[in-house]
Nanobody
Framework: QVQLQESGPGLVKPSQTLSLTCTVSGGSITTNYYYWSWIRQPPGKGLEWLASIDYSGRTYYVPSLLKSRTSIARDTSKNQFTLQLSSVTPEDTGVYYC????????????????WGQGTQVTVSS
């Protein structure tokens, strides 16, 4: 059974960089042909896909203004992947999830077979 666990600060100040880690157990992040994603849900809104990294280390970003502020990476020795979101504003507040899917870099929430429990991030001074 694959398990994903998000970790990181619950509170970040505006203009700072948010750093989150997803620790994966029960399966390797290098296994063909899985994609490991960061997805968030702002309060009162739907899910928003942020970035993915695949089994080979290739990265994928949403084609929007978020792309310039987002960075995804991995540490295969720790079986972890990370998210950095720079210059955060209160609009970046929400629950951040890491999740796994196969086949393509992103998709609907139903296409993800494993999810972390989510971590609340609040951007406030």
């Amino acid at each position: 059974q694959v398990q994903l666990q998000e970790s990181g600060p619950g509170l970040v100040k505006p203009s700072q960089t948010l750093s989150l880690t997803c620790t994966v157990s029960g399966g390797s992040i290098t296994t063909n042909y899985y994609y490991w994603s960061w997805i968030r849900q702002p309060p009162g809104k739907g899910l928003e896909w942020l970035a993915s990294i695949d089994y080979s280390g290739r990265t994928y970003y949403v084609p929007s203004l978020l792309k310039s502020r987002t960075s995804i990476a991995r540490d295969t020795s720790k079986n972890q992947f990370t998210l950095q979101l720079s210059s955060v504003t209160p609009e970046d507040t929400g629950v951040y999830y890491c999740a796994r899917k196969s086949g393509t870099a992103w998709g609907t929430d139903r296409e993800y077979d494993y999810w972390g429990q989510g971590t609340q991030v609040t951007v406030s001074s």
